[in-house]
């Protein structure tokens, strides 16, 4: 079965410093990744998604960008972080078409 | 715009009983629907899925109702427990959009000892 891992659990960082959030993937090769962010109490927003490497899609403009380097490794990352930054941020996979999306714990960022 | 919406965003119970949360889709063609549990501090889980081919799904202690009439999706959670009070999101699987899923706001299920 596949298994999302992400890192830090929590984050702390002031404004306009950089980002990097990286998530891996156990149990499945080729698998479609997104990131997704969850503003307190609110739904979930994609980000972005990754059909493959160095295969990136934008789903709203904003001060993130993410990269995909390896089939199971896919970063989100900011230059300059904003106080709108702050939120809880989802990283999730799945393998085969029409099967559900799994997610991992998150990450939960903090821009002071 | 097409999206997924939910009826109720906080249902209160009493632990034993039965709960039930809804949830309306306005993309008649979607053919894929999913419940998600979300606990505080973590990532979504997936609990039980859907094809718009079937109208009833049964897992364990939960089942889905597809109502492709009405455009309704419903969750329900047979003796509710204290381990079942977490956020419920519905989403749905659109045509044309390969498999990336539109979520709804999500439910707040809160069990009463």
């Known amino acids: 079965s596949q298994t999302i891992h992400q890192w830090p659990a929590t984050l702390v960082q002031p404004v306009g410093s950089p980002l990097s959030l990286e998530c891996t993937v156990e149990?499945?090769?080729?698998?479609?990744l997104y990131w997704y962010r969850q503003a307190a109490g609110r739904g979930l927003q994609l980000l972005f998604y990754s059909v493959g490497i160095g295969q990136i899609s934008s789903e709203v403009p904003q001060n993130l960008s993410a990269s995909r380097p390896q089939d199971r490794q896919f970063i989100l990352s900011s230059k300059k972080l904003l106080l709108s930054d702050s939120g809880f941020y989802l990283c999730?996979?799945?393998?085969?078409?029409?099967?559900?999306?799994?997610f991992g714990n998150g990450t939960r960022l903090t821009v002071t | 715009g097409e999206s997924v919406g939910l009826h109720l965003p906080t249902l209160s119970v009493q632990e034993g009983d039965n709960s039930i949360i809804n949830c309306a889709y306005s993309n008649s063609a979607s053919d894929y629907f999913i419940w998600y549990k979300q606990e505080s501090g973590k990532g979504p889980q997936f609990i039980i899925d859907i094809r718009s081919n079937m109208d009833k799904r049964q897992g364990q202690r939960v089942t889905v109702l597809l109502n492709k009439t009405v455009k309704h999706l419903s969750l329900q959670i047979a003796a509710t427990q204290p381990g079942d009070s977490a956020v419920y999101f519905c989403a749905e699987n659109p045509p044309n959009a390969g498999n990336m899923l539109t979520f709804g706001g999500g439910t707040r299920l809160m069990v009463k000892p």
């Open positions: 149990g499945t090769s080729n698998p479609n």
């Open positions: 999730a996979g799945e393998g085969q078409s029409n099967s559900p999306l799994h």
